[in-house]
């Protein structure tokens, strides 16, 4: 997930011999009333001067539990349950993915919809209180936007390849460790995806194509992913260098069956930082296209297995369309600068509506998607390929004065030097597009000392069962 990495958590500390690396391991218990829910989805609660997370547990729920590490640097605590006490939340339901629990993305599965919205508008409006107008009630963060599918929303899978009882796997790490937990049947990914990515187990497995090993860093398969659009799918393997061509043809001619499968491609990965497809890797067509073409906001263009892609479609469609209402108030015709466009999912939209727009993205792979795409449509759209945060003298020049300025950042917001660029574009109008509520936060800090002051703030929802939220902020510059 963009930001959650829904299928393959990040990874924490692994288990050895019973400790975790960089936590105390105790077997001290207690009983917690969980008073919050965390982003990994445990509920938050306080015992002897701790603060202490616990695995499925729900703000309101109480149990005793056993402390299984205790931070060596924080009065905080993580525990499992070993009793529940007294009645469960009414905002429980059953979880719908048979991995939850065991799987580190959509945690909070396990609370009623609503509930989730409300909690997420929480984590706006605590990361923006601070800011002027915030504060002084001129505006207010608006009700989160809910996601129209709740499940089966997600256009993309990723899978990390496994080995569970001897059988080839396809799933995610389990949280905190590296241990690989099967993950097909998951109901967040369009069905389309998860009846493909079995596929893709049976013919690797069938083809003997071997499990990648993080450790000894042997073996040849290490991830899968697998992207839809419109119906059709394409899958990349990610292989370990030296992957036998005979094994991979032979899982070729068992995909090239699957009806809704335009595609399969191998790309080449031998890194160790735990990126699925590292920037500027080369990839192998196995057979069929290696692209699949996406509808951004009325505009068709070509999307390959890496390139950054909004993974819930309509409601990333429901959610440009009003970052376009908010950026234009009505004017039809202008400048306006994409900084972080990705695929231009907003440019084209703001083009579309008549303005003269100029995109900057740092993936060259995107912007050659995008240049061609805004060509084909004869929208005036001038895609640039740069660090936002480092741009040159000459793109700045390309930039040049705008009307409207766009961010759509990482969840880590605006480097110094990015955010130093909207201030100096001094555009009227800036609407900023994150997925970091903390990191928002802190940038809008910073431009409100500028003069840019917040006059709207929309969350959307475009991960449903994540603590992971978008947030649309309007600013106006001051005269
Ligand atoms: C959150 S995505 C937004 C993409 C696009 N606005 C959309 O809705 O699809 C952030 C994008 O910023 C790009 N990016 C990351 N660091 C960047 C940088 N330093 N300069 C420019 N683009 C960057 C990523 O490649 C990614 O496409």
Not at 71 to 86: D, M, N, T
Not at 276 to 292: D, R
Not at 334 to 363: K, M, N, Y
Request: some cysteine.
């Amino acid at each position: 997930m963009r930001g959650v990495n829904h299928q393959i958590p990040a990874l924490s500390p692994t288990p050895v011999g019973g400790r975790l690396l960089g936590c105390r391991v105790t077997t001290n218990r207690c009983e917690v009333t969980a008073t919050e829910l965390d982003e990994a989805g445990c509920g938050v609660g306080a015992s002897d001067g701790k603060t202490v997370h616990v695995a499925d547990l729900l703000p309101g729920e109480r149990a005793e539990v056993a402390i299984d590490h205790t931070s060596p640097h924080r009065p905080e605590a993580w525990a499992r349950i070993v009793r529940r006490l007294g009645a469960p939340s009414t905002e429980r339901v059953a979880p719908a993915c048979p991995g939850f629990g065991r799987c580190g993305g959509c945690v909070w599965q396990h609370l009623a919809y609503p509930a989730q919205l409300a909690k997420k508008r929480e984590r706006v409006v605590q990361a923006l209180a601070d800011l002027p107008a915030v504060r002084t009630g001129d505006v207010t963060v608006a009700e989160v936007r809910p996601s129209p599918q709740l499940f089966g929303y997600r256009n993309k899978g990723k899978y990390v390849a496994g080995i569970v009882a001897r059988q080839l796997v396809l799933g995610a790490y389990a949280p905190r460790s590296h241990t690989v937990i099967d993950t097909l049947g998951c109901k967040v990914v369009a069905p389309i995806i998860d009846e493909v990515a079995s596929w893709v187990r049976g013919a690797a497995e069938t083809a003997q194509l071997g499990v990648y090993n993080e450790a000894t860093r042997r073996g040849e398969l290490r991830y899968v992913v697998v992207r839809e659009a419109n119906g059709d799918v394409m899958v990349a393997l990610v292989i370990a260098p030296g992957t036998p061509a005979d094994k991979l043809e032979r899982v070729a001619s068992a995909m090239s069956h699957h009806p809704a499968v335009r595609g399969l491609v191998a790309i080449e990965n031998d890194r160790k930082d735990g990126s699925i497809i590292p920037s500027g890797a080369t990839q192998k067509v196995l057979f069929g296209h290696g692209h699949l073409v996406e509808d951004l906001g009325g505009v068709s263009i070509v999307v390959g297995a890496a390139e950054f892609l909004q993974v819930n479609r309509a409601q990333a469609a429901a959610m440009y369309a009003r970052i376009a209402e908010l950026a234009l108030d009505g004017r039809t015709q202008g400048r306006a600068v994409d900084l972080f466009a990705g695929l231009g999912g907003i440019g084209l939209h703001l083009a579309r509506a008549g303005l003269d727009v100029v995109t900057v993205e740092i993936d060259r792979d995107a912007v050659a998607q995008l240049t061609q795409a805004a060509e084909r449509a004869g929208l005036r759209l001038h895609a640039l390929a740069g660090d936002a945060g480092d741009l040159s003298h000459d793109v700045r020049e390309q930039i040049g004065t705008v009307d409207i300025a766009v961010v759509n950042p990482p969840r880590k917001g605006l480097t110094e030097g990015a955010r130093d660029l909207l201030v100096e574009l001094r555009a009227p109008t800036i609407v900023y597009v994150s997925c970091g509520p903390e990191s928002l936060g802190r940038d809008l800090a910073a431009l409100a000392a500028h003069g840019y002051i917040a006059d709207t703030i929309e969350p959307f929802d475009l991960m449903p069962g994540t603590a992971q939220v978008e947030t649309i902020v309007r600013l106006r510059r001051a005269a």
